[in-house]
């Protein structure tokens, strides 16, 4: 833990205006001359508190991110504080990122992108989501965030408490209709972690939405140390950093990380596995696919392993049988026999479920799961991909990942021979 703690946090409320830089950028340069903050507060603004959720113009408006981040350096510079809110990133791709920027004297000291993206709110259109749940570094300790949705998934929170931050910050413009969500789920976040949480909300009207301001600190017994209204305005709390040591004194439940199960349940029946994901459905989650046979398992599946689950909410991969390895690639195939394979892939933490096939082709299996995105290597057109067909029929859609290791488990068993 770090002796040198932020002697105070707070929080600048306002009505963000949409796509309007100038006059929020104004707004914030006044609200901080008002508030006069203590040398070393950490301050933390509204989501995307410089222009908004202005769809029509992400693209124009992510190319303003650097000039922004300057500017809150230069603010934080000049009165010797921590800033923290969210901006439009770009992400190098069409879409930008949603990026939780932490700025101190010195400039901009990490960020952190937004992992869920709210589809009520259609921003999976418009912006690209995160990944990751590193700490952010300071002078006066580790700190964790989180923006606006992703409030509602404990586990970035309790990731970055894990790793040893010890205040939470949320940047957010969360609505009025849904304002008891938001209270409760800091003091939540607050509790359940046992850390200080500074989040700060927008307040006002934007388009059809009345957002709900109640910006909070609060210390991590879960006392709420300020809260505002639903009016534009400042609130601060010096942070005693003894409040954090009595509350993990007795007990630190954030400390306790045990394994949840046995990762050979993963392996499963096809008629488990249909049961299984009918329950995801019922709670909208998005299916992904894939399949191989995964002989020698290394660097270049694992990757692409993982580009599968982040097409998606949950992972089910395919994999052939012993006879099926045999008939696509001979007799010495494969290497490690179905069980050993299977396993091996179930302890890897992006795969929900594997099923043994014992056909040449995973065709009946795909038919069977209709997943939501079926996916396959860049290698192989779209045309020739099993399955695609029926998978988009069914309004899923087909995704093909190049493989970002050129490596091979035909160029393993290779070396392997060399080296005898």
Same mark, same amino acid.
């Given at each position: 833990?770090?002796?040198?703690?932020?002697?105070? #946090?707070? +929080?600048?409320?306002? /009505?963000?205006? $949409?796509?309007?830089?100038?006059?929020?950028?104004?707004?914030?340069?006044?609200?901080?001359?008002?508030?006069?903050?203590?040398?070393?507060?950490?301050?933390?603004?509204?989501?995307?508190?410089?222009?908004?959720?202005?769809?029509?113009?992400?693209? =124009?408006? #992510?190319?303003? &991110?650097? &000039?922004?981040?300057?500017?809150?350096?230069?603010? #934080?510079?000049? &009165?010797?504080?921590?800033?923290?809110?969210?901006?439009?990133?770009?992400?190098?791709?069409?879409?930008?990122?949603?990026?939780?920027?932490?700025?101190?004297?010195?400039?901009?000291?990490?960020?952190?992108? /937004?992992?869920?993206?709210?589809?009520?709110?259609?921003?999976?259109?418009?912006?690209?989501?995160?990944?990751? &749940?590193?700490?952010?570094?300071?002078?006066?300790?580790?700190?964790?965030?989180?923006?606006?949705?992703?409030?509602?998934?404990?586990?970035?929170?309790?990731?970055?408490?894990?790793?040893?931050?010890?205040?939470?910050?949320?940047?957010?413009?969360?609505?009025?209709?849904?304002?008891?969500?938001?209270?409760?789920?800091?003091?939540?976040?607050?509790?359940?972690? $046992?850390?200080?949480? +500074?989040?700060?909300?927008?307040?006002?009207?934007?388009?059809?939405?009345?957002?709900?301001?109640?910006?909070?600190?609060?210390?991590?017994?879960? =006392?709420?140390?300020?809260?505002?209204?639903?009016?534009?305005?400042?609130?601060?709390?010096?942070?005693?950093?003894?409040?954090?040591?009595?509350?993990?004194?007795?007990?630190?439940?954030?400390?306790?990380?045990?394994?949840?199960?046995?990762?050979?349940?993963?392996?499963? =029946?096809?008629?488990?596995?249909?049961?299984?994901?009918?329950?995801? !459905?019922? $709670? !909208?989650?998005? +299916?992904?696919?894939?399949?191989?046979?995964?002989?020698?398992?290394?660097?270049?599946?694992?990757?692409?392993?993982?580009?599968?689950?982040?097409?998606?909410?949950?992972?089910?991969?395919?994999?052939?049988?012993?006879?099926?390895?045999?008939?696509?690639?001979?007799?010495?195939?494969?290497?490690?026999?179905?069980? $050993?394979?299977?396993?091996?892939?179930?302890?890897?933490?992006?795969?929900?479920?594997?099923?043994?096939?014992?056909?040449?082709?995973?065709?009946?299996?795909?038919?069977?799961?209709?997943?939501?995105?079926?996916?396959?290597?860049?290698?192989?057109?779209?045309?020739?991909?099993?399955?695609?067909?029926?998978? /988009?029929?069914?309004?899923?859609?087909?995704?093909?990942?190049?493989?970002?290791?050129? +490596?091979?488990?035909?160029?393993?068993?290779?070396?392997?021979?060399?080296?005898?």
């Amino acid at each position: 833990m770090n002796d040198s703690f932020f002697p105070a #946090a707070a +929080v600048i409320q306002f /009505k963000v205006v $949409q796509g309007n830089i100038e006059d929020n950028v104004s707004r914030l340069h006044g609200m901080l001359a008002k508030l006069q903050p203590e040398n070393g507060t950490m301050i933390v603004l509204p989501e995307l508190w410089a222009h908004g959720f202005d769809y029509r113009h992400t693209g =124009t408006l #992510a190319k303003r &991110y650097d &000039y922004l981040v300057g500017l809150l350096s230069e603010a #934080a510079a000049r &009165y010797d504080v921590y800033l923290a809110g969210s901006l439009l990133e770009p992400s190098g791709f069409a879409e930008p990122y949603n990026t939780l920027c932490v700025v101190g004297p010195d400039g901009l000291l990490g960020r952190y992108r /937004k992992q869920h993206l709210f589809s009520y709110w259609r921003e999976g259109e418009f912006f690209i989501p995160g990944d990751g &749940y590193e700490p952010i570094n300071t002078l006066h300790g580790l700190v964790g965030g989180v923006v606006c949705y992703d409030l509602r998934f404990p586990v970035i929170a309790r990731e970055q408490v894990f790793r040893g931050s010890e205040l939470l910050i949320v940047s957010a413009q969360w609505p009025l209709s849904r304002l008891n969500h938001w209270t409760t789920l800091l003091r939540a976040r607050a509790i359940e972690n $046992q850390v200080f949480v +500074v989040a700060c909300n927008s307040c006002g009207v934007s388009g059809d939405t009345e957002f709900g301001g109640h910006s909070m600190v609060i210390g991590p017994d879960g =006392t709420v140390l300020v809260e505002l209204s639903e009016d534009e305005g400042f609130g601060r709390s010096p942070l005693i950093r003894d409040s954090l040591d009595k509350a993990r004194l007795n007990f630190c439940s954030v400390g306790e990380c045990r394994y949840p199960g046995d990762d050979q349940d993963k392996v499963v =029946t096809l008629e488990r596995a249909l049961g299984v994901l009918a329950d995801i !459905r019922k $709670q !909208r989650g998005k +299916v992904a696919f894939t399949n191989g046979c995964f002989d020698i398992l290394h660097a270049g599946h694992v990757e692409y392993l993982e580009e599968a689950r982040k097409s998606g909410d949950f992972l089910v991969v395919g994999i052939n049988s012993d006879r099926s390895v045999r008939e696509l690639k001979g007799d010495c195939r494969p290497v490690n026999p179905e069980e $050993q394979r299977a396993r091996v892939l179930a302890a890897l933490g992006c795969i929900d479920l594997v099923i043994i096939f014992d056909e040449e082709t995973p065709h009946s299996l795909i038919t069977a799961i209709l997943p939501d995105v079926l996916v396959k290597g860049a290698d192989w057109p779209e045309d020739q991909i099993v399955g695609g067909l029926e998978v /988009k029929a069914n309004g899923g859609e087909v995704l093909r990942i190049p493989f970002a290791s050129q +490596v091979s488990t035909t160029k393993v068993i290779d070396k392997i021979k060399q080296k005898r």
